[in-house]
């Protein structure tokens, strides 16, 4: 009688259910050695941990290798009627461990629950054979190693796995649709990698996800709505890829986040209200985008948040006041947006905040005064906005301040002398301003000032002696005011200073010699005031100096013959002053200049050394008493525009290598005895 098809199928069942297939028997702690010693003879490196790998008694080796751990295993199969010891874990992180995954036998470690193998220099691709053998694989941690290629899609095998790391490698490619399949997740980290195409919607199937991070990457389109669904998320990083359209609605339901990083992206539209409802959040940051329209009132909501930056983006409007009751808040950003109308008062009550950027905005109205009751800010920026009246005298209770930054707006009347109350100002920026009278004395207080800026005020008096106490004071800029009387001498203590510029002021006197103590100084702008006396020679002895001006004054005398001494000096501009005497043969020799300017003086001396400059771009010396021959090496000057040596008592011929400066916009040697054509080559 014929069997029927059916009944030869249930028989060959039973018949293979007899049998347990070989992925069902549990390997020996032998057999797991043995592929963990053929991996590591691979690598092209072995650390002294592993020295003791391969030895020790039978009865305790691989379990007691480093950073192996074992566990009793139920076993399958007529051959394990009692639990077995085998490897669940490898932990080998922060070894220089260089190599390939490839070559690991994952068939025998299938009883792994957890791989740390992360911060080591494992190269190559995921195996797609590492999924598959391990079914009861939980942690598979591989961050900050130099894996690259694409995250094989087999990786929906690892059905236990709860927490993924592949975070600072290089993998591309897309994220497999498949990762979604994988519902046991609670942590998946794909930080800093190449990966590229759309983030999956399947995704949002992972509903025990606490963390998912894929920021710094390349993923692009828009984010899906479906990761709204994500009801235990905790953290959510998106942060710097290609992402665009707009935030999804469907995020104001993810109550339990903490943590929200979406910068860096081209999200636009308006931020949603709904962001409102996320009462556990503490860190929000969408700066860098293109959103638009007004800050949500429902921001007012988020009592727990510390941190919210919203910087960079095309935001409108007036910040809501409800802002001021988010009383846990230390860090507030909303620089570089389109932000109008007045600061809100209920910044006062902000008593936790250490930072508050409103910088780049269109704020105007009063600086309000509450803002002098935030003891603990350590960082001020209100530049570059329209804000107007007087700085309150309620801003010498910032007593945490290290840096207050108000320049660039309409502030007027007088620097509050209780500003001297703030020990720990390290910089005090307040130029570009209306602001007069004269410094206060109280700012000679401010022993850790580092930098200094009053300039284009309309500050009056003299320069304050009391600043040659300020010893840590790297920069101070009082350019652009109505400072009149002598440069003090007590100046030249400021070891520490590498910038000065009183530049456009009613200074008159001469420039102390002791300036020649500023070792430091690479930047000294004392141009158009009323100066006379020479130019001490100190000052071409500062090795550091880049730039030195001191043109539109009554400086007489020679040049300091040092100039240039350093060989950094790039710009030096005195012209219209009364200098005479020699052209220093420094500075004739330095290669470093870009920008000359010694017109309208009487300086003297033979040039035809000069030319010598690969850097120059601007060189402007008509009107003097020069004289010599012009050096070919002028054809040399490849970033030459303007050159003007008119007016002066150069003889010879044109050189001919002149013609080979094609970039050149000016050539003036008008009313000099040279002779000759140029021709262009």
């Not at 780049?360 to 001020?380: A, H, K, T, W």
């Not at 106490?469 to 520490?496: C, H, R, W």
């Not at 001494?565 to 290669?591: F, V, Y």
Request: proline share 6%.
């Amino acid at each position: 009688m014929a069997t029927s098809p059916l009944l030869t199928l249930i028989s060959l069942a039973l018949l293979l259910a007899t049998f347990p297939p070989a992925m069902s028997l549990v390997p020996t702690l032998e057999e797991q050695a043995g592929a963990l010693l053929a991996w590591i003879s691979t690598l092209q490196s072995h650390p002294a941990q592993l020295q003791n790998w391969g030895r020790g008694n039978n009865g305790t080796w691989p379990c007691s290798w480093h950073d192996i751990m074992c566990s009793k295993h139920p076993g399958k199969g007529k051959q394990c009627k009692h639990p077995v010891k085998v490897i669940t874990e490898i932990s080998l992180p922060g070894l220089r461990l260089r190599g390939d995954l490839g070559t690991l036998n994952f068939t025998a470690l299938r009883t792994l629950t957890s791989i740390h193998l992360f911060n080591n220099q494992i190269r190559g691709s995921l195996p797609p054979a590492l999924a598959s053998p391990l079914p009861n694989l939980r942690h598979l941690m591989l961050q900050e190693n130099e894996l690259s290629g694409e995250i094989p899609w087999q990786i929906k095998h690892l059905e236990s796995l709860v927490g993924l790391d592949l975070s600072a490698n290089h993998l591309s490619g897309p994220i497999p649709t498949e990762l979604g399949y994988l519902q046991k997740l609670i942590s998946v980290d794909l930080t800093s990698n190449n990966l590229t195409g759309h983030i999956p919607r399947s995704l949002g199937k992972l509903t025990k996800l606490t963390l998912l991070y894929l920021g710094d990457n390349k993923l692009s389109g828009y984010i899906p709505q479906e990761l709204g669904h994500l009801l235990n998320l905790q953290e959510l990083s998106l942060r710097q890829n290609n992402l665009t359209s707009s935030i999804p609605d469907t995020f104001g339901g993810l109550i339990n986040l903490t943590a929200l990083y979406l910068w860096g992206n081209q999200l636009s539209g308006h931020i949603p209200p709904e962001l409102g409802h996320l009462v556990s959040l503490k860190i929000l940051d969408l700066n860098f985008n293109k959103l638009k329209g007004s800050i949500p009132d429902t921001f007012g909501c988020l009592i727990n948040l510390t941190v919210l930056y919203l910087w960079d983006n095309q935001l409108s409007g007036q910040v809501p006041r409800e802002l001021g009751y988010l009383l846990n808040l230390e860090d507030l950003d909303l620089n570089k947006n389109q932000l109008m109308g007045s600061i809100p008062p209920t910044f006062g009550n902000l008593t936790k905040l250490t930072t508050l950027y409103l910088y780049r905005n269109q704020f105007s109205g009063y600086l309000p005064r509450e803002l002098g009751y935030l003891v603990n800010l350590q960082m001020l920026d209100l530049s570059t906005n329209k804000l107007m009246g007087s700085i309150h005298d309620s801003f010498g209770g910032l007593i945490s301040l290290i840096g207050m930054y108000l320049w660039d707006n309409q502030l007027s009347w007088k620097v509050p002398p209780e500003l001297g109350y703030l020990v720990n100002l390290e910089d005090l920026e307040l130029n570009k301003n209306q602001l007069s009278g004269c410094i206060p004395r109280e700012l000679g207080k401010l022993a850790n000032l580092k930098a200094l800026n009053l300039g284009k005020n309309n500050l009056v008096g003299s320069i304050p002696n009391f600043f040659g106490n300020s010893s840590k004071l790297t920069t101070m800029f009082l350019a652009d005011n109505q400072f009149s009387g002598y440069l003090p001498q007590e100046i030249g203590f400021l070891v520490n200073l590498q910038r000065l510029d009183v530049s456009t002021d009613k200074l008159i006197g001469s420039i102390p010699d002791i300036f020649g103590n500023l070792t430091k100084l690479t930047t000294l702008q004392l141009s158009y005031n009323q100066l006379f006396g020479q130019a001490p020679r100190e000052i071409g002895t500062l090795m550091d100096l880049e730039l030195l001006q001191l043109d539109g004054n009554n400086i007489s005398g020679h040049l300091p013959p040092e100039l240039c001494a350093g060989g950094w000096l790039k710009n030096l501009t005195a012209s219209d002053n009364n200098l005479n005497g020699q052209l220093p043969s420094s500075l004739i020799h330095c290669r470093s200049l870009v920008r000359v300017c010694l017109e309208r003086n009487q300086i003297e001396g033979y040039i035809s050394a000069l030319g010598v400059h690969p850097n120059l771009v601007y060189m402007d010396m008509i009107s003097n008493k020069l004289f010599g021959q012009l050096s070919y090496t002028w054809g040399q000057c490849r970033n030459l525009l303007m050159l003007r040596i008119s007016n002066n008592n150069l003889t010879g011929r044109i050189p001919a290598s002149m013609g080979r400066l094609s970039q050149i916009g000016l050539l003036d040697l008008s009313s000099d005895k040279l002779e000759g054509n140029i021709h262009c080559w």
